[in-house]
């Protein structure tokens, strides 16, 4: 079938099981489910439009309308019972309270812009690499390196850790 064809036939079926198919469904499911399970119908309609029978074709839609409800009530069956394993599991380990220690590094942190926070907590406390912060924040990997950086030198200005003009490691440090 032509595509413009097809779509005159699909517009021909709509109209003429739109409003059926629609109260079927209503009558028969929740009403937060209708549109969805209306517009799955449609969309097997579209599907299988070779199909539908061209002479009466409200009873096949109802039969395909009445799989689409089976359907949504499985998936919502499936979605209840994941939400009542979930509820009877251990209850998440909780994050450690703020170790008074720590609290300097914590308020450096949050002055900190969200995503340069988000750069340096992804590097320091998941162990990313720039490339692989760069696959989470959507940055490129240049980009992550030069916010890290900038980020880390913030940090050490604001704790005030940074006293020696050099950077990285002290002399005698590392390997041997």
């Known amino acids: 079938m032509a595509g413009t064809d097809r779509e005159a036939r699909m517009r021909g079926i709509a109209h003429a099981v739109g409003e059926p198919v629609r109260r079927y469904v209503c009558r028969r499911a929740p009403a937060d489910l209708v549109d969805d399970v ?7 309609l579209w599907r299988r439009l070779d199909d539908v029978p061209v002479d009466d074709p409200l009873p096949w839609t109802y039969a395909v309308a009445r799989g689409c409800l089976a359907n ?89 850790r940074k006293t020696s003009g050099t950077a990285g490691q002290e002399p005698g440090e590392g390997r041997r």
Do not use: C, Y
């Open 38 to 44: 209306v517009a799955e119908v449609f969309l097997v």
């Open 72 to 160: 949504a009530r499985r998936s919502a069956r499936r979605q209840l019972s994941l939400v009542e394993r979930i509820s009877r599991m251990d209850p998440p380990v909780p994050l450690p309270a703020e170790d008074p220690e720590h609290a300097d590094l914590h308020a450096a942190l949050a002055r900190l812009a969200a995503l340069d926070r988000e750069v340096v907590t992804l590097w320091a406390w998941e162990g990313l690499a720039p490339r692989e912060i760069a696959t989470v924040t959507g940055l490129s990997a240049n980009a992550v390196s030069i916010r890290l950086h900038r980020a880390k030198s913030r940090l050490a200005l604001d704790l005030g």
